[in-house]
C-alpha cells in the first residue's frame, strides 16, 4: 500500500480526538489531516480537506454519526469508519453499516484509561481496509424506500433433483449491505440450506440475522449449538466462535459452535465452514466467495474442489473490497466469477444442475 490515507477524526471526547489522532499517526500510511467534534463539523471539513477516509463516533451532540453519514452519503459517497461503543450503539452501529459505513471498531467502555489503546491495531488495519473500498460498488439505501431497492428477481421454479445439498457463503467488508441485496432474492419454498460466515464484532450478528430475517422469506438467525441444518433456513455464524455442520448420530446435519481452532487469523472462518461442509457433504457443496478483505475463504475453496464442489467467486466490479474472491480466482479455484448483480441467477443455474464450467 503507497498511497498516504488523509483522515479525518470526528468524536466529541477531545481526549479521543487525540489519541485516535495519536494512534493512526503510528501508521506510515495514514495522516490525519484534520479533527471534528460532531457531525455538522465534519461535513464542512469534508469539504474543505478532501479526505479519504473518515473516522467517526456514532453518540454526539447536535448532528450524531449516523446523521452525517446519511447526508455524506448523499452528498459524495465516502469510506467512512465507525468507532464507537458497543453496547449504546448496537442499533445505531446496523443503522450506519446500512447506510454505507465500511467498517466498525469498538471503543472500550471505559475511554479515559490506557483501554482505548487495545483499538489502536484493529483501528489502523480497518483505516487502511476503508482506503481500498470501491465505493461504487457500496450499496445505498434507495431514495424511494427498501421496497424499491429490493432485487427483483423471480425464483426458478424447478428446483430438485439439485446437485446441491447445503449452499455456504463467505464474505467480510461489504457484507452486510450485500447480504441485504442477495438473500432477500430466495423464496420462501427455497430446498437448500444455506451457512453463512460474516466477518463481524462479536454481538451483533444476533441483531443483524433478526434485521435480515425481516427482510426475506427464508427464515434468517444467529447460528446456536444443534440447529438443523435444513431447507429454509439461512444460519449466520455467530461472531467470535466458528460454525461447523457436523451429521449426528442420525445422519442428521446439526450446525456446531466452538472457539476452535484458535490458530485462524478471524473467528469464525470462512475456511472453517468450507472445510466442514465439503467433509459432511461431499461434493455436493456451493461456495460463494464474496467481498472482503484478506483471503480467508481460499483453502476452504480449495477444499470444497477437491471433494467435487463448486465455488462462485464474486467479480472485482461489484466487490467493495476484492481480497477474498481476488485469492480464491487466483488460486485457479472458481468455477464461476460473475457480479452480484448476476450471482442470484448464477446460484439457481447451479442448484438446478447447469454445468458451473459452461
Do not use: W
Amino acid at each position: 500500500m503507497d498511497k498516504v490515507l488523509r483522515t479525518l477524526v470526528v468524536d466529541d471526547s477531545a481526549y479521543v480526538r487525540k489519541v485516535v489522532r495519536q494512534m493512526l499517526g503510528k501508521s506510515p500510511f495514514i495522516d490525519v489531516v484534520g479533527v471534528a467534534r460532531d457531525g455538522e463539523e465534519a461535513l464542512t471539513l469534508v469539504d474543505q480537506l478532501h479526505p479519504d477516509v473518515v473516522t467517526i463516533d456514532l453518540i454526539m451532540p447536535g448532528m450524531g454519526g449516523l446523521g452525517f453519514i446519511q447526508e455524506q452519503m448523499r452528498r459524495k459517497p465516502l469510506p467512512i469508519v465507525v468507532v464507537s461503543i458497543a453496547n449504546e450503539a448496537s442499533q445505531l452501529v446496523l443503522d450506519a453499516l446500512d447506510a454505507g459505513a465500511i467498517e466498525f471498531v469498538q471503543k472500550p467502555s471505559a475511554l479515559a484509561t490506557e483501554r482505548i489503546f487495545e483499538m489502536s491495531d484493529e483501528l489502523i488495519e480497518k483505516v487502511k481496509t476503508a482506503g481500498n473500498v470501491m465505493m461504487s460498488a457500496v450499496r445505498l439505501p434507495d431514495p424511494a424506500g427498501p421496497a424499491a431497492s429490493k432485487p427483483q428477481h423471480k425464483p426458478a421454479k424447478k428446483m430438485f433433483p439439485s446437485p446441491v445439498d447445503v449452499i455456504v457463503i463467505g464474505i467480510s467488508t461489504g457484507g452486510p449491505q450485500t447480504l441485504k441485496y442477495l438473500l432477500p432474492s430466495f423464496a420462501g419454498d427455497y430446498r437448500i440450506p444455506i451457512a453463512v460466515v460474516l466477518h463481524m464484532p462479536v454481538g451483533y450478528t444476533e441483531l443483524y440475522a433478526e434485521r435480515l430475517n425481516d427482510a426475506c422469506s427464508l427464515a434468517v438467525s444467529e447460528a446456536r449449538e444443534g440447529d438443523a441444518i435444513q431447507p429454509g433456513r439461512i444460519l449466520i455464524a455467530p461472531a467470535g466462535r466458528h460454525l461447523t455442520l457436523r451429521r449426528d448420530s442420525s445422519a442428521a446435519v446439526q450446525a456446531h459452535i466452538d472457539a476452535r481452532p484458535f490458530d485462524t487469523l478471524h473467528r469464525p472462518s470462512v475456511d472453517v465452514l468450507f472445510r466442514s461442509a465439503a467433509e459432511t457433504f461431499g461434493g455436493r457443496v456451493l461456495g460463494l466467495v464474496m467481498t472482503g478483505m484478506g483471503d480467508d475463504g481460499k483453502e476452504g475453496a480449495g477444499e470444497i474442489r477437491a471433494k467435487g464442489g463448486i465455488i462462485i467467486a464474486e467479480a472485482e466490479e461489484s466487490c467493495v473490497v476484492f481480497g477474498m474472491p481476488r485469492a480464491v480466482i487466483e488460486a485457479n479455484l472458481a468455477n464461476q466469477v460473475v457480479p452480484l448483480e448476476r450471482m442470484f441467477s448464477a446460484i439457481i443455474e447451479v442448484t438446478n444442475g447447469k454445468d458451473p464450467d459452461r
